[in-house]
């Protein structure tokens, strides 16, 4: 079965973003730069089917920036067999809309022809939640998503779900695309060896004008501001005076 | 200009606090809103929609194969209705998020996820980066779908009945089928419709030691609510988890107990009116947004707030 893997480069999780005075959006020069932490776990999930037998080779896929061939590097190193880049912006600060990604993975699916497209959930930038289901609607396929276990048997996936009331298990037809979720796995360590592995492993670099897709935004973003700040509030010394204060000052108990 | 608003069912009935507050978030559009409801038997959710105030139909397909929020035929369907509409929105939950944008991508438009505010019938606001930053976009696309975060919107209130109407089925691509539901069924104040949340987080310590802040939980006759590291941990259900990428709740007190505040979590709980944190650690970042601030061991201080509640 071969599975196909798309990995967002995203600002590292642990970075406190800066948004800029005049609206315009984020600050993105200068900080450190990540693989998407579900597309982290996709790409393990995707590895350990491998090793289990299971799958016989995975693609992972980046659009965006040239500078991410870091992150395919990562995911080459935790044991994909070889990646594409579509290069579709020189620019940092340009995000790409699911709705694009979704169309440019839609032709990379036709050409590659995976069992599996194996996404993150979310993309921790735009937080929109929602490529791994365009795509699944642009190709026809069924979908599972918020993924926390995943069986594949033969010609289905068996799903377990993280949904609002608990769990749910689905089953869906192969091919599918699943996205994600943080307890599907907790990613390996890449050694240094398998970085230096990975240099080996072919890393394909196309244009987006060779696929012919339109990505203009359908959304204009006009503004970005930072959400109003709290401040820390009182210390209170005692749990008598924590109830004194929600019962008489605040009134909320 | 018109509004397709999904209904989200569970168990039969409408997930009525979701909806209504999903309905005061479009009211500044001052349009027209159908609600929508895909069930396996969606009689009484229909009858449930059919009395929020600012309802003005309620459409009602019944079928098998929408019983459980598979996102193909639900996409399907609502799919077939979009030509009436100009917009297409649900409450932001783990139900919509994996459909609509299944939707938007089958009308060739961008979905706008997690709206929590409507300027106008194009121009939305929602969060992105974990809510560190509010991003305004305005929608070039004819038919606009959205969900929306709710925890931002009072709900509306209830009067007469809207008229229901049932709406045909459209043919299950049966891409997907329903294994099973494992829900926790609980007597508990739901967590983004509470107006208390009691939350634990990894200084909590153990899945038995959790007991101590579902007990406080009760006596304040809150939902409670978990960090992602007590889930991970299994302390806690996955259903309760607060945060960028678990629920996001806004109620009149917030107690983080055991949790350090990252950002991640502050995503999911920062609009709440009140804030307290019992944390151990003096310099925990939590506290830089807490209203109430109190440095101790959880195991003495939440048993004593219990006891004198
Ligand atoms: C992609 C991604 C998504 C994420 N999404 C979420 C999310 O949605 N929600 C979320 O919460 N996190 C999320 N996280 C994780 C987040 O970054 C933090 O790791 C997590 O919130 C930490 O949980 P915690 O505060 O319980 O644990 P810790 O950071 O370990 O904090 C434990 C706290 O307990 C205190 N403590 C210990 N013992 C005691 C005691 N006896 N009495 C009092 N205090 C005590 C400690 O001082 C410490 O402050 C996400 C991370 C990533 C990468
Ligand atoms: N530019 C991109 N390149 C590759 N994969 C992407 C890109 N954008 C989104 N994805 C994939 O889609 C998932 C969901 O992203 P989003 O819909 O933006 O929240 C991510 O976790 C990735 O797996």
């Known amino acids: ?13 642990n970075v406190k973003v800066r948004v800029k005075t005049d609206g315009s959006g984020v600050d993105l020069s ?12 996709a790409v393990e999930e995707a590895v350990r089917l491998k090793e289990k037998g299971i799958a016989s080779e995975i693609v992972v896929v980046s659009i965006g920036v040239p500078q991410a061939k870091d992150i395919l590097r990562t995911a080459l190193a935790m044991g994909a067999d070889r990646a594409i880049l579509i290069d579709a912006t020189a620019d940092v600060n340009q995000d790409i809309e699911p709705l694009a990604v979704a169309k440019i993975l839609a032709t990379i699916a036709e050409q590659e022809r995976p069992d599996l497209i194996l996404a993150g959930k979310q993309a921790i930038d735009n937080d929109m939640n929602a490529t791994g289901q365009m795509l699944a609607g642009l190709l026809g396929w069924g979908q ?32 599918a695309v699943v996205t994600a979720d943080l307890r599907l796995n907790e990613p390996r360590y890449v050694s240094l060896p398998n970085i230096m ?28 501001m930072e959400p109003p700040q709290r401040n820390a509030g009182a210390r209170v010394a005692s749990v008598d005076e924590l109830i004194d204060r929600l019962k008489n000052e605040a009134g909320v108990i | 200009m018109s509004v397709l608003l999904l209904g989200e069912v569970h168990n039969g009935h409408l997930a009525t606090d979701a909806v209504a507050r999903a309905l005061s978030a479009l009211a500044s559009l001052d349009t027209r809103v159908d609600v929508l409801i895909m069930a396996g038997d969606g009689a009484t959710a229909a009858q449930e929609a059919s009395r929020l105030n600012g309802v003005a139909r309620v459409l009602v397909a019944q079928d098998d194969a929408l019983a459980h929020g598979l996102a193909e035929p639900a996409a399907a369907l609502v799919v077939s209705l979009a030509p009436d509409y100009t917009h297409i929105a649900a409450a932001s939950t783990a139900f919509s998020k994996n459909i609509l944008p299944r939707v938007a991508a089958l009308l060739d438009v961008m979905v706008i996820t997690d709206v929590t505010a409507i300027r106008d019938a194009e121009t939305f606001d929602r969060p992105v980066y974990a809510g560190n930053a509010i991003q305004t976009v305005t929608s070039t696309d004819p038919i606009r779908v959205l969900t929306i975060r709710t925890s931002v919107f009072q709900a509306v209130g209830q009067g007469e009945p809207a008229p229901v109407e049932t709406v045909p089925p459209v043919a299950d691509p049966v891409l997907s089928s329903w294994v099973e539901d494992m829900a926790v069924i609980s007597e508990r104040p739901e967590l983004t419709a509470a107006r208390v949340v009691v939350s634990g987080g990894r200084g909590v310590g153990s899945k038995e030691h959790f007991e101590t802040i579902v007990r406080l939980a009760d006596r304040m006759g809150a939902a409670v609510g978990a960090s992602r590291a007590a889930v991970d941990l299994g302390y806690a259900p996955n259903d309760w988890q607060v945060g960028q990428t678990g629920k996001v709740v806004a109620p009149d007190l917030y107690l983080a107990v055991g949790i350090s505040g990252a950002i991640q979590h502050l995503a999911g709980m920062k609009d709440s009116r009140v804030i307290v944190a019992i944390n151990k650690d003096a310099d925990a970042p939590i506290f830089r947004i807490a209203d109430y601030a109190l440095v101790g061991d959880l195991f003495t201080v939440v048993p004593e707030l219990t006891a004198k509640l």
């Open chain 1, 1 to 13: 079965m071969k599975i196909l893997v798309p990995v967002k480069r995203v600002i590292d999780y």
């Open chain 1, 30 to 41: 200068n900080v450190k730069m990540s693989i998407n932490p579900f597309d982290e776990i």
């Open chain 1, 144 to 175: 599972a998503t918020f993924a926390s276990r995943i069986e594949v048997t033969e010609g289905s996936v068996l799903v377990t779900r993280e949904v609002d009331g608990g769990l749910q298990t689905i089953r869906v037809r192969l091919p």
């Open chain 1, 197 to 224: 592995k990975a240099k080996k492993k072919p890393l394909d670099e196309r244009t987006l004008a060779s696929l012919g897709i339109d990505i203009t935004p359908r959304l204009r973003a006009t503004r970005t």
